[in-house]
């Protein structure tokens, strides 16, 4: 297993630096267009990005780039998917959907904070039915805020640690502490700005 996973960190190392300077434009570009396309792996971009500009400037543009990303989604949605969906919400069983989406648009910041802040979370569905739900900007602004730099963090460190992360199990108590805190943080302006 460490074999393989040094094979895939020298191989890394050479598309980087056989794509030069193109490398980490294009790591930056599929991050913005992953929020939409949820096919492509955040998790792979972020940690080139880190390669590529190292952990403090990579970890910056990675949490930059994926807040503009889905910002980006979200108006994406409320823009052109908004009215669609309410048109299928009044074709099909409207009053589950109805259901759903009013408990989406009053989840709790708290709540979709540690939601999105769990590095497996799909953002993108995230981004998607906030877009359409009544869902506050502010509230869904605040939310991706204060979680992706959890979250890029993660993927960031264990994409540059991965044969560390996989022999010490202190790696994952630094997840759960960073889970806390994203929940915490979200409690704390939650209670200063009244989102909820």
Known sequence: MEEILLHVDEFITTVLTSLGVYGPI????????????????????????????????????????????????????????????????????KNKALKMVKRFSNIKLKHLALILAFPFTPAFAINIFAGVSDMNYKKFLAATAIAKPFMVYFWGYLGVTLLDSLTHPTYLFRVVAMLAIAYGASAIINKKFELD
């Open 26 to 93: 294009l790591g930056c570009l599929l991050i913005l267009v992953e929020s939409i396309l949820p096919m492509l792996p955040l998790s792979v971009f972020i940690t080139l990005n880190f390669y590529s500009f190292g952990h403090l400037v990579g970890f910056i543009i990675s949490y930059i780039l994926t807040l503009i990303g889905c910002n980006f989604a979200f108006f994406l949605c409320r823009k052109l998917l908004r009215g669609r969906f309410d048109h299928l919400v009044k074709r099909f069983d």
